[in-house]
């Protein structure tokens, strides 16, 4: 497993991240993230799923499997990160697809003891402009402690929505004022687009540094 490292080795708390469907590990915004992260003390491990991967030697371009389908490769993640860092907490998630890929997989290596929390930046609710087309059956019932930070006008579930679904006691949310899918809000609104991402390391790093696992 080839994992892209930021913030300090010895950092109690070591949160995986995967990408989203359409941009790598090492975008800007997950590169931004990742540096914010650092900065409160937890440490990341970024991966890419094959698909992307294939992607950086000349592969042709493909859209995602299905989410569900890229379970197995966030389970191979999760072993090697528990096997690199072993006295680290580990937590996992990701920017949209990689981490509704992360919720998928998170029950089950929260009850293993692999993992002890769950962070999704821009949750993909449902595909933009079809609110019919939930992916929150498993939200339902979760039980691993999450964190999602979303945009409060992001196309793939705006607050207003989201907030009148029947999710999990697990589940805290923090929304980025007036942010789309990537957390940025338009301007002239009161918010920016680095004091979005400010505040939302701030809450992610909230969870992690007080979860144990």
Same mark, same amino acid.
């Given at each position: 497993?080839?994992?892209?490292?930021?913030?300090?080795?010895?950092?109690?708390?070591?949160?995986?991240?995967?990408?989203?469907?359409?941009?790598?590990?090492?975008?800007?915004?997950?590169?931004?993230?990742?540096?914010?992260?650092?900065?409160?003390?937890?440490?990341?491990?970024?991966?890419?799923?094959?698909?992307?991967?294939?992607?950086?030697?000349?592969?042709?371009?493909?859209?995602?499997?299905?989410?569900?389908?890229?379970?197995?490769?966030?389970?191979?993640?999760?072993?090697?990160?528990?096997?690199?860092?072993?006295?680290?907490?580990?937590?996992?998630? *990701? +920017?949209?697809?990689?981490? =509704?890929? /992360?919720? $998928?997989?998170?029950? %089950?290596?929260? &009850?293993?003891?692999?993992? @002890?929390?769950?962070?999704?930046?821009?949750?993909?609710?449902?595909?933009? *402009? +079809?609110?019919?087309?939930? =992916?929150? /059956?498993? $939200?339902?019932?979760? %039980?691993?402690? &999450?964190?999602?930070?979303? @945009?409060?006008?992001?196309?793939?579930?705006?607050?207003?929505?989201?907030?009148?679904?029947?999710?999990?006691?697990?589940? /805290?949310?923090?929304?980025?004022?007036?942010?789309?899918?990537?957390?940025?809000?338009?301007?002239?609104?009161?918010?920016?687009?680095?004091?979005?991402?400010?505040?939302?390391?701030?809450?992610?790093?909230?969870?992690?540094?007080?979860?144990?696992?």
């Amino acid at each position: 497993m080839n994992f892209l490292l930021a913030g300090p080795e010895d950092a109690p708390v070591r949160l995986l991240l995967a990408h989203g469907a359409g941009a790598p590990m090492d975008s800007p915004f997950m590169s931004l993230m990742a540096d914010l992260l650092a900065r409160r003390g937890v440490a990341t491990a970024r991966f890419e799923f094959a698909y992307m991967a294939a992607r950086r030697s000349g592969g042709k371009k493909r859209p995602p499997p299905r989410g569900d389908l890229l379970q197995p490769e966030y389970d191979a993640a999760i072993a090697a990160a528990r096997e690199a860092w072993p006295s680290a907490r580990v937590a996992i998630g *990701g +920017k949209s697809l990689g981490g =509704r890929v /992360a919720s $998928l997989v998170a029950d %089950r290596a929260y &009850a293993r003891g692999d993992v @002890g929390a769950l962070v999704c930046l821009g949750y993909p609710f449902h595909p933009p *402009g +079809k609110p019919g087309e939930l =992916r929150t /059956a498993h $939200l339902i019932e979760l %039980r691993c402690p &999450a964190l999602i930070v979303q @945009g409060e006008r992001d196309p793939f579930g705006m607050r207003a929505e989201v907030e009148a679904l029947s999710l999990s006691s697990a589940i /805290a949310f923090h929304w980025a004022g007036d942010g789309d899918h990537d957390l940025g809000p338009r301007g002239g609104q009161g918010f920016t687009r680095r004091g979005n991402l400010e505040a939302a390391a701030d809450a992610v790093a909230a969870l992690l540094l007080k979860t144990e696992t």
